[in-house]
């Protein structure tokens, strides 16, 4: 079955390092990933998505990497800010959607 | 840009009541779901539409019917509140871009928490 997970359910950042947050994946058949930022009391909000035909999709302060022979997702954050502090899903997809727990950022000033 | 709405942001209820759960999207999506979020438990699908009068029943059905009278609004009802629904419940949308419904990016709502007393 779909198994997604994310490798740390926290993650401290000092204000103004570049984050990583890691997602790994079961399912070698999803094509599409995607990653959501849910900030407390609030709904999940898109940040950046990436097919399978690519292994890094920039945004803006954010970097995908997919890396498909190890199923291993992640979500680069540079220069994090206090704003960024929210738990961080990814999902995967292959027919349906299938979201990870989170990770929990707390940023540092 | 993206936009879904809630009716509500918190409600409390009393055991056995019939509560709504109102849900609306202005991009024209086809689909539309309703997730329950608990912690450690991560997101849960309870129904999805792909059409006007369509629903299809998720992981978590029991308990919830839905309705989808217009495209942009698609309603939740727990036909007898119970404590365990006591939860936060998102409403998301996603457009038909060709991927199967429940494979595409999906937008959420700013959640519903609901505390069933």
């Known amino acids: 079955g779909e198994s997604v997970g994310l490798h740390l359910p926290t993650l401290s950042v000092q204000e103004g390092d570049n984050s990583i947050i890691n997602c790994a994946y079961s399912n070698s058949a999803s094509d599409y990933f995607i990653w959501y930022k849910q900030e407390s009391g609030k709904g999940p909000q898109f940040i950046i998505d990436?097919?399978?035909?690519?292994d890094k999709r920039q945004g803006q302060r954010v970097t995908v990497l997919l890396n498909k022979t190890v199923k291993h997702l992640s979500l680069q954050i540079a220069a994090t800010q206090p704003g960024d502090s929210a738990v961080y899903f990814c999902?995967?997809?292959?027919?349906?959607?299938?979201f990870g727990a989170g990770t929990t950022v707390t940023v540092r000033a | 840009d993206v936009k879904v709405t809630q009716s509500s942001r918190y409600l409390v209820k009393r055991t056995g009541e019939k509560v709504f759960l109102e849900c609306v999207q202005d991009?024209?999506?086809?689909?539309m779901f309703w997730y329950r979020q608990d912690p450690g438990l991560g997101l849960r699908l309870i129904y999805f539409s792909y059409d006007v009068k369509m629903k299809e029943k998720g992981d978590i059905p029991e308990g919830y019917s839905v309705s989808r009278e217009k495209k942009e609004r698609f309603s939740l009802i727990l036909e007898s509140a119970s404590t365990n629904q006591t939860s936060m419940y998102l409403c998301a949308s996603s457009p038909n871009r060709g991927r199967p419904p429940l494979g595409e990016t999906q937008y959420f709502g700013p959640g519903t928490r609901l505390l069933v007393l």
């Open positions: 990436i097919r399978s035909n690519m």
């Open positions: 999902a995967e997809a292959y027919y349906k959607l299938s």
């Open positions: 991009m024209d999506h086809e689909n």
